[in-house]
């Protein structure tokens, strides 16, 4: 072995590269908290899209519901320790909104590194010109193996290059390909997308397991700065000095406690107004994250179209049947005397039987369920579009938002402290219910609505997570303002759960 070269006596970072690095640790770090509250929402994985119980290929909870029909969706929630998760103790809409918004963050800190990288010279660093690299690499991690710290070529040494590569250009993409993957507005509209990762369970697990590489990675990356010398790694990385000296060291060391600290203080800062303060993070967030929401991914229409074939066989369901008396009453005669009311801001209100909805012009959509849990399901609805009951009733020009009002009364949830005395309700926006995929559906699968998934009547917007899709459907209110409505969130799990009030991602 030739002479041990001091690392990276040559590189001298260029500021841009240094903070892009200390960003990525940021949202890197918040992303993984984030990621693993969502994982928390429903705690197993799958390479299939219709998540029958039992079918998962990890699971990461302790809970076996699946022997009995009286669990739901929710039941299987698994609340994980806030060290673990942001925020953790149960807030999958608030971990979303985390996971969102330092997702922007990481990607417009990756876009500014690639920038760097390739309007300098800086990429000859990680981007490997010469197969000779693999070879190189192959040696320089035998002498790992013997616990040789190898000399560095130009720069990094074969194998510390290829892994910066892959980081770079290999594992960041997937992720945030896989992320994409699973945003409904865009598997909706396009439906073959998420198909090149074999479907949203496939792209879920490959994000999962991208998590792992990332993790795997960064213990694998300070354990080779501690190895090649700490505190040169710092002074390079920390304050871009080559060669450094003593108080170079010392200055480097105290920027990275510094910056570790503050790092601490961000996530206990987020976790505990997370916690102390949801309502408030809830819109503070929202805020931050509505723009792109709104520009970006509601407009996307669903065009899913599957085949009969996969449909999905008794897929789980989510939410208990309503148990107050109207509902009772009404089931107990077949819904024969069942009245949807349409009224508020329209032109002609009106008061549909089932009879009278069945005789307006019928749709059918073979689409995928994909519940902001992270499980999905394959289904045929039949109903009417929302679009050509609208063009019915004729909303007047200040009608924003479909208040969609609900038969449930979340009994099940009554003694808990979510406050579940309120009716489950959603608001949607005119522009969403107009799409072509978003209905009143009154069929599955070739039958009437069975209760269990919310018949005689309930919601689907195929562009949209599952959650604003009211099931059993009572009332259709169009409104100007959704401010006092409910909490004013925009629907029931919104005001309860903190969920966003717009659900394309
Ligand atoms: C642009 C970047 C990213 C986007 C757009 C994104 C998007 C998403 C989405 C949509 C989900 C929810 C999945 C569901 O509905 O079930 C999710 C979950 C998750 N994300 Fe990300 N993500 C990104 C980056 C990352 C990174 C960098 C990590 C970790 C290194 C990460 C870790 C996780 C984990 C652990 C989960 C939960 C479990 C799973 O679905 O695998 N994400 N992400
Ligand atoms: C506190 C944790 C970290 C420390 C102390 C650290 C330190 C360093 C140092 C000293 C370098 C200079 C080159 C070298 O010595 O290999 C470096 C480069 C690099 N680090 Fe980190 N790092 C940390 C976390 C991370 C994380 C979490 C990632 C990404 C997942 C990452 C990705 C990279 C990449 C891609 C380079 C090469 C950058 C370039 O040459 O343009 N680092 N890091
Ligand atoms: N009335 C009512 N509608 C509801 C819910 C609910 O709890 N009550 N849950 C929502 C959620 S979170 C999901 S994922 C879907 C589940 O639909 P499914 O049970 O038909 O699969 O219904 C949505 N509509
Ligand atoms: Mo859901």
Sequence with gaps: MTAVTPILADIAFPLGIRLTHAFNIVFLTLLVRSGIEILGGHPMLYFNEDCRPGSEWIRFSSKRMHRDRRWTAEDEKQDYNSLLALPGHDHLGLGRFWHFVAAI????????YLLILFTTDQWTRVVPTDWAVFVDAWR????????????????YNALQQLTYFLIVFIVSPVQILTGLAMAPAIEGRFPWYSKVFGGRQAARSIHFIAMIVFIAFTVHHVALVIAHGLLDGLAAMVLG??????ADHALAAAVTLAFLAGLVWLHSWATRRSLQRPRDTQRMLQHLLDPVEQHVLMPLQSRQDWD?????????????????????????????EFRLEVSGLVEAPMSLSLDDLAALPADEHVVQHKCIQGWSYVAAWEGVALSALLDRVKP???????V??????KWEVTDDQQGGDDVFYAAVDLDLARHPQSMLAWGMNDRALPIAYGGPLRLRLESQLGYNMAKWVRSIELVASIDDIGDGSGGWRPDKLYYSHLAPI
């Design 308 to 336: 009969r074939g996969d449909i999905s066989v008794d897929p789980r369901p989510n939410g208990r049947p309503p148990r107050n008396p109207a509902f009772v009453a009404l089931a107990d005669n077949d819904f024969a």
């Design 396 to 402: 007047l020009p200040n009608a924003r938002f479909l």
């Design 140 to 155: 320089t991690g035998l002498e790992y193996l013997a616990l040789d710290v190898p000399a560095s070529g130009t720069t």
């Design 241 to 246: 000095v080559a060669a450094p000296d003593g």
């Design 105 to 112: 963050g990481w990607l417009a800190t990756g876009v500014l």
């Design 404 to 409: 969609v009002r609900t038969f449930d009364d």
